[in-house]
């Protein structure tokens, strides 16, 4: 039996078999870009990382295939393939020149996993081998290529394990790019949507900041096991009808002040907020926040373009009793979700950029507040849509970076329609009871 053990675990392992660089197909120039007050605040956070795993054979053509899109797609996308540097009175920014390393592409093998186990795994141990950058810094962009790609052979398919540079790109951008590249690999000559790369149109405040790397940032507050309680990440599918039935309870008795009914992600972030408090064993009196990293394209005035290229969020917060929050029905923690989210238009992100920039302070996972709730990532996003020419994502997954108690990560389900996969991290005992309530789980 221990053999057997062993032997599945020999299967199992990632082992990297070649790394090179890919750069634009054409001469780009010296071009340097400021980061700006919505870039700034992310240099503590860690490499954004992505997983998606495709089935099918043809390994090697299919890597020759991604790195020739890839070449073509960084031509309008260059800023992945710089590094971060610093002007004469120490701004941040994206250096990049024609003689600069480019994005750093890894090749590995892992033919003892197959797409159907990672596809039906629902923590994320097997997944952290296949991302590159694990514990990695933003800031550390000053030394190392801004997105590196991990294209790992499987058993019965490809793994794509991609880690981007927080501090130049949101969720937003990493799609528009993702689904530009596989626009390119897909047959199209261009891509359909520029980047529009233009950052100071949304801020052009000159902040300096004096930030070096710690000794060792990988020991750093990353969810690490050793970094006090032990966490537990698990990965919920809620199908169309659970998403339907969540909503329409919530909007079962809406408020008489006249408010907008609850949209799908007020309903299902409400329902995630009060089953994680009940988990946690919160006394009434203690305080909860809730945090959601918005999309502020829309909200900015002049407002920015979709294909705004960059970091273009910020977070929402919002604060209650735990007590409250679990005596009341779902539509008063839906609404107190609801306002926050309203209020925060172009005035109060102006106020915000206004104060940070007074005193700058770079974020750690300990400022997203007191027995938090904070999402990111979004439902909107068409991650199973980026096909690169063998058909559609078996699975589109984040890595370990950036998480801690709390987080939690919203993707389209793959089961289609409304349906929403919801990636949480918690403390092992919440998580241990989250799993068993039938409720948060739609099962009764």
Known sequence: MAGEVVKKEEMAKVKITSKNHVKPCKIIGRKECQLVTFDLPYLAFYYNQKLLFYKGGEFEDKVEKLKDGLRVVLEDFYQLGGKLGKDEEGVFRVDYDDDMDGVEVLEATAEGISVDELAADEGTSSLKDLIPYNGVLNLDGQNRPLLSVQLTKLKDGLAMGCAFNHAILDGTSTWHFMSSWAQICSGSNSISVQPFLERT??????????????????????????????????????????????????????????????????????????????????????????????????????????????????????????????????????????????????????????????????FQFKDAGVNCVAVGSSPRFKVYDVDFGWGKPEGVRSGSNNRFDGMVYLYQGKAGGRSIDVEITLEAGAMEKLEKDKEFLMEV
């Open 201 to 362: 149109k949304a801020r052009n405040t000159r902040v300096k900041l004096d930030l070096s790397l710690p000794p060792n940032p990988v020991s750093s507050t990353n969810g690490d096991a050793n970094q006090g309680p032990q966490l537990r990440e698990k990965l919920f599918r809620f199908s169309e009808a659970a998403i339907d039935r969540i909503k329409s309870k919530v909007n079962s008795n809406p408020p008489s002040d006249g408010s907008k009914p609850f949209s799908t992600f007020q309903s299902l972030a409400v329902h995630i907020w009060h089953h994680v408090t009940k988990a946690r064993n919160l006394k009434p009196e203690d305080y909860t926040v809730f945090t959601v990293f918005a999309d502020c394209r829309k909200r900015v005035d002049p407002p920015m373009p979709e294909s705004y290229f960059g970091n273009l969020i910020q977070a929402i917060f919002t604060v209650t009793a735990a007590g409250l929050l679990l005596a009341n029905p779902p539509e008063f923690g839906a609404s107190i979700v609801q306002k926050a989210i309203e209020a925060h238009n172009s005035k109060a992100i102006d106020e915000r950029n206004k104060e940070w920039e007074a005193a700058p302070k770079i």
